[in-house]
């Protein structure tokens, strides 16, 4: 058993997930691989099966990516690994991406909420919509900067590193959040409301091999893609409300520029965009799910259960 799990969360990308966990596997630095597949019908379970030593959790429905993650997590920390490395099925990361990590582990110390990579697509530039949000007063730690270690507060599921201790102590991604902004609400609940230190590591490199480069906007996206706006503003209706008043107002400021880019750039189907945006900012006010911990109640219950017999009631 390493110290390290990474944790994959797949549905129906069985190509992808090939790549990724072959990129895994040939890590400069070992690690255990963890998949949570969503209830994939193309094969993957099959897949997985057939591959030695990989942790191969299969849900009996989808829960999105922010179940996936929450499952994935709770299982790393259940079976005692030190250290969690979560991702999607179509992120790939460098040989030493892992190995650099661990380094800025090493240089400071263990004392940091989480760590993350950098994030390149697959033509070698920023991906947009992994785009760490890093500190402003990040010279407050300038002597890391020879490390290539910078002050961030936001980052993405598309290699977080953090120790699962932290987990432990500060609990598992929003599984009601299903998908869209469960990564937002974890990191931040880490460096804004734990006020602790978090990092983007300039030495481990990812490529996000998305299909088109583009970021989220509600205005612009294609109509098929529309429908699940309405995890995105329910969610940061949630997710900033644990900010305070500042936090609130951040949000009801980004509504109404998403309201000004729907008026301004939308070619069609205006409307329903701005019915979306509208009714999350009501109803999201009802939205209050509660953050979910490991304790000594579910550590007995793993313990005592078959793996299987868990995951099913889990997700019932």
Request: net charge positive; proline share 3%; glycine share 6%.
């Amino acid at each position: 058993m390493n110290t390290v799990c990474a944790v994959v969360v797949t549905y129906n990308r069985i190509e992808l997930l090939k790549d990724c966990l072959l990129r895994l596997l040939r890590q400069t630095v070992p690690c255990d691989i963890l998949v949570v597949d969503n209830n994939s019908n193309d094969g993957t379970s099959e897949y997985l099966d057939s591959i030695a030593n990989i942790i191969h959790i299969k849900m009996n429905i989808n829960m999105g990516g922010a179940g996936g993650f929450n499952i994935g997590m709770k299982e790393a920390v259940l079976r005692g690994y030190e250290y969690v490395w979560v991702m999607d099925d179509d992120t790939f990361p460098n040989p030493d991406a892992l190995e650099r990590l661990l380094e800025a582990n090493d240089i400071l110390r263990g004392e940091y909420g989480w760590l993350c990579s950098v994030p390149l697509w697959k033509d070698g530039t920023e991906c947009r919509m992994n785009r760490p949000k890093l500190l402003k007063a990040f010279y407050s730690d300038i002597h890391l900067l020879k490390y290539s270690l910078v002050r961030a507060e936001q980052a993405t599921f598309v290699s977080l590193f953090l120790k699962t201790s932290t987990i432990m102590q500060h609990g598992l991604p929003i599984k009601e959040f299903f998908i869209w902004g469960d990564d937002m609400e974890f990191t931040r609940r880490l460096s804004v409301r734990k006020k602790m230190p978090c990092y983007l590591v300039g030495k481990s490199i990812i490529v996000h091999a998305m299909k088109n480069n583009v970021g989220s906007n509600i205005a612009e996206d294609s109509i098929d893609r529309i429908d699940r706006y309405h995890y995105a503003f329910r969610n940061d209706n949630y997710l900033y409300r644990q900010e305070g008043i500042k936090g609130f107002c951040y949000y009801i400021a980004k509504c109404g520029m998403n309201v000004m880019r729907v008026v301004t750039k939308s070619k069609d189907h205006r409307v329903k965009r701005l019915k979306i945006i509208v009714k999350q900012m009501v109803l999201g006010l009802g939205f209050n799910p509660q953050t979910e911990h490991v304790d000594e109640r579910l550590l007995k219950s793993y313990s005592q259960n078959s793996k299987r017999d868990f995951y099913e009631r889990g997700t019932n």
